[in-house]
């Protein structure tokens, strides 16, 4: 089946260090990939996305590149804020009969000054 | 401002009862959904609905149900069969003419908590 697994959180840095958030799919085919982010007393918000094999989806400073051979799309950047902290959800598109998302159980990061 | 709103932002119910949570948006999308965020399970798909008059089952529909009569309005109903029903709820939209872009777009939420 369609599947989204991301690495466990929470996730506490301080400022400015550099983050990653491991996210792994299976599915069948190649789907599209996606970040969405969660900030606090919000709904989610689409961050970035890739929707073929090396595709580099980047905004805000976030990147993830969609690889194939490793199915994976994890999400990095090189120097986080306190304005960062969120909770991040990977998620891949299915398309049956119409588009859905399956999404990762979602990563809570902390940033602290 | 174009947008999905959610009422209400919090909701207590006692066991038995049905619940309707509201979803409105006006952004002129086609598409709408529902999905339950659990701490640690991320989020599920309960239904969606892709036109007027018309929607489907996600992945955990069993005491929920739905309707679509406007466009604009999808409103759920956490029915008293639903054996866990506290949980945060979230809808979202996306259009349909643009395909499948996996773009959707999310209200504010709907926090439900059973007594």
């Known amino acids: 089946g369609n599947s989204v697994t991301q690495m466990e959180g929470p996730v506490t840095l301080s400022e400015e260090a550099f983050l990653t958030i491991n996210c792994t799919y299976t599915?069948?085919?190649?789907?599209?990939l996606f970040w969405y982010v969660q900030y606090p007393g919000e709904g989610l918000q689409l961050l970035l996305k890739?929707?073929?094999?090396?595709d580099k989806g980047s905004n805000k400073g976030f990147e993830a590149t969609y690889r194939k051979e490793t199915t994976s799309f994890h999400l990095e950047k090189g120097s986080v804020q306190v304005s960062d902290s969120a909770v991040y959800f990977c998620?891949?598109?299915?398309?049956?009969?119409?588009?859905?998302?399956?999404f990762g159980q979602g990563t809570r990061l902390t940033i602290n000054p | 401002d174009g947008g999905i709103t959610q009422s209400p932002k919090y909701l207590f119910r006692k066991e038995g009862q049905n619940v309707t949570l509201s979803c409105e948006q006006n952004?002129?999308?086609?598409?709408m959904y529902w999905y339950r965020q659990d701490p640690g399970q991320g989020l599920r798909l309960i239904y969606y609905s892709q036109i007027v008059n018309d929607f489907q089952k996600g992945d955990i529909a069993e005491g929920y149900s739905v309707s679509r009569e406007k466009k604009e309005s999808f409103p759920l109903t956490v029915t008293s069969a639903q054996k866990n029903p506290t949980a945060f709820y979230l809808c979202a939209s996306s259009l349909r003419d643009r395909g499948y872009t996996g773009e959707l777009f999310f209200g504010e939420g709907s926090r439900l908590t059973v007594l």
């Open positions: 890739a929707t073929k094999a090396d």
């Open positions: 599915a069948t085919g190649y789907p599209s």
């Open positions: 952004l002129n999308h086609d598409a």
């Open positions: 998620a891949l598109l299915i398309i049956q009969g119409a588009q859905k998302l399956v």
